[in-house]
């Protein structure tokens, strides 16, 4: 039976966990800037920070929010593929959400959970929200893999990678492709499927999630879902997967704008893609500390000034990951209440 207070108390305890780990995090965080500072000069750093413009920093905070409403529409046109739909303000909502819930340690866990439990109380059917969940992470995954690999190519370019780290990145990278590629083959053939729902059983943490359990109860629904996923047009949603990580590639590059740097495109690239894809696949929260620390020294070693790299490196992170996290403390809370609202079902 419904009721009031079991939904305030689901609501309290990812808000509960966010702030106890929020403040480990932070102290991770600002260690990395302290680290980062120490590698350059402090007070030009700092100097820097307080001359950055304000006027340019609210265009970069307007790029993230599009970022995330690209993210959003990401969510929205895989589940049309299903033969549903959400609205754009909700599922922008839940990417926001999930945001503050990537940032408590095993996120990555609780977020597929999460997504999944907030689709399914928008009126989606279990199976359409649990194929839906795992397909937005393969092309955000995929996106993330694109611009990495653009980055690793013009670091190699320009000898700014040597070949240990090279080798490095092509294991992360075929890593990445490997996964992707074996959910694709999954999705196509349905004993790889049930092969990939067993093996995800018996993963710590994955195993216990309820959505995977009502996967293995329901497979001949999921096979349904699969296969309208296989028949659907997929490039509204590869647009939005690639202007998610565009737009917080502008974020970054209109930070250094604020601090009066003039980033070209390669350069640009070449310092964004790789370190955050380091930083997703480090498994931290948020790639805390990787990327901060990974895309202060290749941009410092691409030629701009080191107390501009710090200071844009560490606003554009604040923009990026601790303000939208910050966001979505209230929004979870939303989630977590809210029953219903803007789902229809395609005739």
Partial sequence: MYSCRTEADGARRPIAAFIGRAVILLAVALAAAYLLMRNGDISDSLTVAHRLAWSVLIFAVIAQFLSYLSSGELLRATLRQTGHTLSLSRATIIEIATSTLSMVP???????????????????????????????????????????????????????????????V???????????????????????????????????????????????????????????????????????????????????????????????????????GLPIMLGQASFLPGGLAVTEVSMSALYISLGLRPSVVIASVVTYRLVSLWLPALAGLPLIAYLQLKRRNGVSEHS
Wanted: charged content about 10%; proline content about 3%; aromatic content about 10%.
């Fill in 170 to 272: 092509a294991i992360i990278s075929v890593g990445i492709f490997a996964t992707i590629l074996a959910a694709i083959v999954g999705a196509i053939w349905p004993p790889g499927f049930r092969f990939m729902l067993a093996a995800a059983r018996r993963v710590p943490l994955l195993g216990h999630t309820s959505w995977l359990s009502r996967a293995e109860n329901h497979i001949a629904q999921l096979r349904a879902t699969v296969s309208k996923l296989r028949s659907g047009r997929w490039g509204r949603a590869a647009a939005s997967a690639a202007f998610n990580v565009a737009f917080d590639a502008a974020t970054l590059a209109l930070v250094f704008y604020a601090a009066g740097a003039r980033v070209g495109t390669a350069t640009l690239l070449a310092g964004y």
């Fill in 106 to 168: 095993g996120g990555s866990v609780g977020c597929a959970a999460a997504v999944y439990r907030w689709t399914r109380k928008g009126g989606v059917p279990p199976c359409s929200a649990a194929v839906t969940g795992v397909v937005v992470t393969l092309f955000n995954a995929a996106s993330l893999l694109v611009f990495g690999v653009v980055s690793a190519v013009l670091l190699i370019g320009q000898h700014r990678l040597a070949g240990n780290e090279a080798f490095a």
